[in-house]
């Protein structure tokens, strides 16, 4: 068996698929149905007219006959032909023809047996590929032998008119099945409207647009939906926003006891000369643990500022190369070296440069606290794009794919990625900042090994 899967269609697709079959069979049944009543009616008919046509010649030729007995043959000349048929005349053990299109061995066998025996009969057959009615009738002229008069009718008038119904038909039927997976289309997409909307709304909800609501639905039967939908965003938003301002209460409350913390640790650290040895190692670990703490307090800070949509960004048009370069100098990374492509040492960035220096900050620390260093930092210009893009390498074992996707998330942690320990918050104000600057992050394997973070900017026009 191969391992392809089955192919799963979408809605729209199911429903103009189903009324496209609903209405082939529909019409199918109906001109099918059609056909053989017309077919039927036509036939009977034809044969109506064909048994009454012979009947009349009958009689003609039984008065015929008995004013000259001796006529024969050329009595058929007086015979009425309407559509074509060709007369016979079978007397006295002898037949008797008009035309050299059709001879009496090429009336079917038991048609000319029955007839032969005086008895009326009609039969349709196949002459040379062509339809044909015999009409036999028998006339008794006085004592003698029964005389047989015989007509043939060509049908293939009748058998065009039946092949173009035919086609006619069929035509119908398959205009019936493209307009049903028309008409399936366009009443999937009616239903499926108030639905996308929901979609989008909802996506807007997913992107940070607390106040998306869903409205112009004047659908009765959607009222009840529209109504739980909004009170359900309005719940999310609610809670979100009481998980901020608990958020950002608590990290100013923290400030307070950090400070006090921070300077007792200082008066410590500055008498530390009188304190024994394990006291000073006891007082360094206490020191990273609080400058450990407050950065993860002034981290909070700031995503719950960012959070509540009241941040601040101050973007302008600044030449990526220098940035970079004094930016790194800032953090202390100038010993990182910096990899410009082609193209790209004169490009310019609509930045935020306190932004973008947070950006490299916590890349650059993140990569040496948990991945062996930043390796290179490389200037990349995408002029299809205009943007610019900036590849942070480093030297660490690189973030496993199943936790790419959330490494950005707050409190983010994993067994194996060490991108993920610390506060968990770093990458994620990384991630806040880009956005702010109208950018996108993502992490990627770099092709020297390790990971390489990934960030882009808005290229600005060249002053």
Same mark, same amino acid.
């Given at each position: 068996?191969?391992?392809? =899967?089955? @192919? *799963? ?15 082939? !069979? ?10 053989? =009543? ?10 109506? @007219? ?6 009349? *010649? ?22 009425? *032909? ?9 007397? *006295? ?11 009496? &061995?090429?009336? $079917?066998?038991?048609?000319? =047996? ?23 009738? $028998?006339?008794? @002229? ?11 009718? $060509?049908?293939?008038?009748?058998? #065009? ?7 006619? /038909? ?12 028309? /008409?399936? /289309? ?91 040895? #394990? ?40 030449? @990526? ?20 492509? !082609?193209?790209?040492?004169?490009? =310019? !960035?609509?930045?935020?440069? +306190? +932004? ?36 942070? &390498? ?14 950005? &998330? ?7 990625? #060490? ?37 882009? /900017? ?6």
């Amino acid at each position: 068996m191969s391992g392809r =899967r089955p @192919v *799963n269609l979408g809605l729209r697709a199911r429903s103009s698929i189903a009324f496209g079959l609903l209405a082939l !069979v529909l019409s199918s049944v109906l001109a099918g149905f059609t056909y053989n =009543r017309s077919r039927i009616y036509l036939l009977q008919q034809r044969d109506r @007219v064909a048994v009454a046509q012979a009947g009349f *010649n009958a009689r003609l030729l039984a008065n015929a006959l008995r004013a000259s007995p001796e006529g024969g043959g050329r009595l058929l000349a007086s015979v009425i *032909n309407g559509s074509g048929s060709q007369p016979m005349l079978f007397r *006295n053990n002898t037949w008797y023809v008009t035309s050299a299109n059709i001879a009496p &061995d090429d009336l $079917p066998s038991d048609l000319r =047996r029955t007839a032969i025996a005086g008895v009326a009969t009609r039969q349709r057959f196949m002459l040379r590929g062509q339809p044909q009615l015999a009409v036999a009738v $028998p006339i008794t @002229v006085g004592a003698r032998t029964p005389t047989v008069f015989v007509a043939t009718t $060509p049908l293939t008038e009748l058998q #065009r008119t039946l092949t173009t119904l035919a086609t006619t /038909l069929a035509a119908g039927a398959f205009g019936a099945t493209i307009i049903g997976a028309v /008409l399936g /289309l366009y009443a999937s997409r009616r239903v499926l409207r108030p639905l996308s909307r929901i979609a989008d709304t909802a996506e807007q909800i997913a992107a940070g647009d607390l106040d998306a609501r869903l409205s112009g639905l004047d659908d009765p039967d959607l009222t009840r939906l529209v109504a739980t939908f909004n009170a359900m965003t309005d719940s999310l938003e609610e809670r979100i926003q009481r998980e901020q301002r608990f958020a950002s209460h608590v990290s100013h409350e923290l400030r307070s006891p950090l400070t006090a913390l921070r300077g007792a640790m200082d008066l410590v650290r500055g008498r530390g000369v009188q304190l024994p040895e #394990r006291a000073q190692l006891g007082i360094d670990l206490l020191e990273q643990q609080v400058g450990r703490f407050e950065r993860m307090v002034l981290d909070l800070l700031e995503m719950a500022t960012i959070e509540a949509g009241a941040a601040t960004v101050d973007l302008t048009s600044l030449s @990526v190369v220098p940035l970079l370069k004094t930016t790194m100098l800032h953090v202390g990374a100038d010993s990182v070296p910096i990899d410009v492509a !082609v193209g790209a040492a004169e490009a =310019r !960035v609509i930045v935020d440069a +306190r +932004r973008f220096e947070r950006i490299i900050d916590n890349l650059i620390g993140n990569a040496n606290r948990h991945a062996g260093g930043a390796t290179c930092v490389r200037i990349i210009r995408d002029g299809t794009a205009h943007r610019v893009r900036i590849h942070i &390498d480093d030297a660490g074992p690189g973030v496993a794919p199943n936790e790419r996707s959330r490494i950005f &998330d707050r409190f983010a942690r994993g067994a194996q990625g #060490r991108h993920l320990a610390g506060a968990g918050l770093g990458l994620a104000l990384v991630k806040e900042h880009v956005r702010l600057m109208r950018g996108t992050i993502c992490v990627s394997d770099s092709p020297d090994g390790g990971a390489r973070f990934t960030f882009d /900017l808005p290229e600005a026009e060249a002053p």
